[in-house]
């Protein structure tokens, strides 16, 4: 909602308080206030200018020669291109000086051998956008269409020296979506009065009835509606002050009918329309179903077709508008409409959703209906607006109004006790503040004994229970100013469970090795839905998706992550490390409900290491990815018990891929994808890991034991073992741990060659082994003897042989 500061003032005296303070006071109540905008900021020199000659330009046919008073003693001479400008016209002229948005700014020149100096403005370079401005002047420059005098502040004329707040309501605060909603807010929190516009129908001594009747078959999503007429009305542009303000609003200014329903909308938060009544065809309103099948063409020219599901407004015959959303082209308003017959109605909110909805129609009328808006105002609206036409228009109103009322709204009443506000809050607010803010807010209620009975004005649907009035108490008595208090209690009142820190310690781990975290949809296609599922499951399909690309539950990230891999690839991002933690959705076979595992998953693409002028370039392989997952399973005390074993998996690299076990079990994968999935896909060489994060978290762990820092050295002996190119390293390193007994301390592979001179099928493998004893220093026999136990076990197990 934008709320014109200037405006405001006509409801709510506002001395004192600039926009920027109020916008802090209403933000501070409860309603978020996104910005306040200077809708002339950035802009200054610009003054009202009369155009006293114009004459084509000597030496262009497309430019106008121009003379203009400025209120600056002699005129002065512009050259200007708009095709409307004419002799006579007060306009928009930026000074030699001024200053346009952009920090455009207007010096003297010379235009094909002509002085200009100045500039003849547009709405559009005064920073209006070109949506906003009517079509009377959507090309070319403004013209004012009242009388003003030279040299004035253009600014002011144009409104555009107000300020805008940008209010972020919520669905709740409905009542806000008004300037007099908005105002009662306004008033309430500045403990002020609020001027209710009063409007005053002076009627002709015809009568409304003998031009129209109104009747309703749909009464539960119609209980209200008015007609009111007004004949011999003169179509036109509307006065620049209505027009600005509907601007600043962000509405597009029509003609002076057209703008007067969309100023009620603003300013009673209800939806009007007006129906050009020679063209309604009938003297019968019909508030009824559509039939199905049944069309109407919108004010949009856009051919509808309609269901028992929408509400229209007929002519008794035939849909002349559907119903809160949006009018009918055969009886919209135009420049030669003459009688006017204005509709204010109250509709449910349901009706109107459903067909904005289904046509992909919504406007701020809709928008209202469907939020709620108050049924008080709805005969108080067709009032003002009869008003207003009979002022701005020239309009006569006929006598009476045509109305349908079967509406049945009891007030609604809310009591709470003094106690329980207190209670609530953590507060020691007296009953005389609580009255305060009761009676700032405009609520009608009796005190019997600290207890507030309360009714509940008709704009604040929001408000039903005991805990929305507690809410309006805390809000306009000050969230900031509420006691702050500390839990108390025997323990601490609360922790991470192991899990949880354990998963944080997982971000933060991988985040310090570079990886980015990533969020995705937990739902997918038909067509990813099972690519590098490490467990396969029947897919569990929404009952309404949003479409097709979001339809099932995802049984894993992986497919995700190379859209984010992808994305950022497309956009010349080259090098990509990135996270998630997310669930998975696994189905059951006795169960509605489909279990719940949480993974993780990564993908790396690109440069591990960025080369610098004295380092070297370190592309993302196998390997990297490997030690990141090392290092993660370090850290959470498991690396002894996790071990990886070659493995084939769908989708990728057949020898680049390998399974994750943890004790022996498997609980992911880590990989290259395949060249043809990369290729399909545009991607560069990419790794990928997932695993089961619940099982890794889950894993029992032993307590961390200390030992102390060796006081003898340790001996090492390097080996590079001849093996047939199917054995795999990590299985003689395991037989190595074996038979090297207890004096062995660690074993690591360092190097694997499979060139020259290595016989076809073979395949060379380097360990470096270190033995150790903490309360000896070894004897070179000592260790010997260990490293030949280990030189028999290999060649017993693995056929190995020494290389030479």
């Known amino acids: 909602m934008f709320v014109s500061y200037k405006w405001l003032q006509d409801y709510v005296d506002l001395a004192g308080v600039t926009a920027e303070e109020l916008a802090e006071k209403i933000t501070r109540s409860g309603i978020e206030v996104e910005g306040v905008d200077l809708l002339g900021e950035g ?181 209200l509606y008015v007609a009111r007429v007004v004949k011999n009305v003169k179509i036109g542009p509307s006065p620049l002050w209505l027009q600005t303000r509907l601007m600043a609003a962000g509405i597009r200014p029509h003609n002076n009918v057209v703008d007067i329903t969309n100023y009620i909308l603003l300013e009673y938060g209800q939806p009007l329309h007006a129906f050009d009544y020679d063209r309604l065809g009938s003297k019968e309103i019909l508030v009824r179903r559509a039939r199905d099948g049944e069309k109407i063409t919108t004010l949009d020219d856009a051919e509808r077709k309609l269901t028992s599901d929408h509400l229209v407004i007929t002519n008794g015959i035939e849909p002349v508008a559907l119903a809160g959303v949006m009018g009918g082209a055969n009886s919209e308003v135009r420049n030669d409409t003459i009688t006017v017959l204005i509709e204010s109605a109250y509709f449910t909110g349901g009706t109107i959703r459903k067909a904005s909805k289904d046509h992909g129609l919504r406007s701020e009328a809709s928008a209202r209906y469907e939020k709620g808006i108050d049924s008080k105002r709805t005969r108080e609206a067709a009032d003002r607006a009869a008003a207003l036409m009979a002022e701005l228009a020239g309009g006569e109103v006929l006598d009476g109004v045509v109305a349908v009322d079967t509406l049945e709204k009891t007030p609604v009443k809310v009591s709470i006790t003094l106690e329980r506000i207190n209670k609530v809050l953590g507060t020691e607010i007296s009953n005389e503040e609580v009255s305060a803010i009761f009676t700032n807010l405009k609520f009608l209620f009796d005190v019997d004994n600290e207890t507030f009975h309360v009714e509940v004005p008709s704009r604040r649907g929001d408000i039903t229970i005991e805990e929305d ?47 980015y975290q990533s969020v995705t949809y937990s739902l997918t296609s038909a067509e990813k839905v099972n690519q590098y599922a490490l467990e396969k499951r029947e897919p569990i399909r929404l009952a309404m998706p949003m479409s097709e690309e979001r339809s099932l539950l995802r049984l894993s990230i992986i497919p995700h992550l190379l859209e984010v891999v992808g994305h950022n690839l497309a956009r010349q991002i080259e090098s990509v490390a990135t996270y998630e933690i997310g669930s998975v959705f696994l189905s059951q076979a006795n169960s509605e409900l489909p279990e719940e595992k949480e993974h993780l998953a990564g993908a790396l693409t690109g440069s591990w290491l960025t080369p610098t002028w004295q380092g070297e370039k370190k592309t993302v392989d196998f390997y990297v990815l490997k030690g990141i997952l090392e290092g993660l399973f370090e850290k959470l005390g498991l690396e002894e018990r996790v071990s990886y074993l070659q493995a084939r998996v769908e989708g990728m690299h057949p020898g680049r891929t390998a399974a994750i076990l943890l004790d022996d079990k498997e609980i992911g994968f880590i990989g290259q994808l395949h060249p043809n999935v990369q290729k399909a896909q545009d991607l560069t060489d990419t790794f990928i890991f997932e695993l089961s994060l619940k099982d890794v978290l889950e894993a029992e762990v032993e307590e961390i034991h200390y030992q102390p820092i060796p006081r003898y050295p340790s ?64 004897t070179e026999e000592e260790v010997t003897k260990a490293h030949e136990k280990v030189l028999q076990a290999v060649a017993e197990k693995f056929d190995a042989t020494l290389r030479a």
Do not use: W
Request: charged residues 25%; proline residues 5%; glycine residues 10%.
């Open 43 to 223: 802009i200054s020199g610009i003054v009202v200018g009369h155009v006293l000659e114009c004459e084509q330009h000597p030496n262009a046919d497309k430019l106008n020669k121009c003379l203009v008073d400025i209120g600056e003693g002699e005129p002065v001479q512009i050259i200007c291109g708009a095709p409307n400008v004419a002799k006579g016209q007060k306009v928009v002229v930026a000074k030699v000086g001024a200053v346009l948005p952009g920090n455009f700014k207007i010096k003297k020149a010379k235009l094909r051998g002509e002085e200009s100096n100045g500039m003849i403005c547009s709405l559009q370079e005064l920073g209006i956008e070109s949506k906003l401005v009517s079509k009377e002047y959507s090309e070319g420059i403004f013209v004012f269409p009242h009388d003003v005098v030279p040299g004035a502040d253009a600014l002011a004329q144009l409104n555009l020296d107000d300020q805008v707040l940008e209010l972020g309501l919520t669905p709740n605060r409905a009542d806000c979506l008004s300037m007099l909603g908005v105002a009662y807010e306004v008033a309430a929190i500045l403990g002020r009065d609020v001027k209710l516009p009063e409007p005053k129908v002076i009627t002709t001594g015809e009568k409304a009835s003998d031009y129209i009747s109104v009747s309703i078959e749909a009464n539960e999503d119609n209980p």
């Open 469 to 515: 009035l507690i809410e309006e108490v805390a809000r306009l008595y000050g969230y900031d100013t509420l006691p702050k208090t500390l839990p108390v209690g025997e323990s601490i009142p609360g922790k991470l469970s192991d899990y949880q820190a354990k998963r944080r310690l997982v971000r933060r781990y991988l985040e310090g090795a570079g990886l």
């Open 715 to 778: 001996m090492s002996r390097d080996i590079a073992l001849v093996v047939d190119k199917a054995v795999a390293a990590g299985d003689m390193k395991k037989v190595i741990i074996e038979a090297g007994g207890k004096l062995l301390r660690d074993v690591t592979i360092f190097d694997l060659y499979e060139g020259e001179r290595m016989e076809p099928g073979k395949k060379s493998v380097a360990y470096s082994i270190r033995y150790s004893d903490p309360e000896r220093t070894l």
